[in-house]
């Protein structure tokens, strides 16, 4: 009779653990990671093809970067929350400001510098 109480407590134990929520939590961020084509619009130098590339490090946190015809610029002030991203990057010691909100594998945004502001909308790119 013991034999069969142990044999419950150790079902019931294993049920309970077994029911623990210890499923990871996906961040639907994550989805956005990878290269986007875009397109500065009207600017100096006339409607800009850009690729940013969007990566995610060990520890959790968003990084990324632009390439156009000016070169590689890091992002810096990353923030990407809820599909709505902001960051900051240099061009020629001049300070901008990129903001947008990605909808499925479309991006539409502004680029922001001094006195100045660009549309900069692009899709995801398929390699």
């Avoid at 079902?11 to 499923?23: A, D, P």
Wanted: with cysteine; glycine share 12%.
């Amino acid at each position: 009779m013991k034999t069969k109480h142990i044999i419950y407590i150790f079902l019931f134990t294993g049920l309970i653990f077994s029911c623990k929520t210890g499923k990871t939590v996906i961040n639907p961020d994550d989805k956005l990671v990878g290269n986007w084509s875009l397109l500065a619009e009207s600017t100096p130098q006339g409607d800009v093809p850009i690729t940013m590339n969007i990566t995610k490090n060990e520890s959790g946190i968003f990084t990324g970067s632009f390439k156009s015809m000016m070169g590689e610029f890091a992002m810096s002030n990353l923030v990407l929350k809820n599909g709505v991203m902001s960051c900051d990057f240099s061009v020629q010691g001049m300070v901008f400001q990129f903001k947008g909100v990605f909808t499925n594998d479309e991006f539409k945004g502004n680029t922001l510098g001094p006195g100045q502001s660009y549309v900069t909308n692009g899709k995801r790119k398929t390699e």
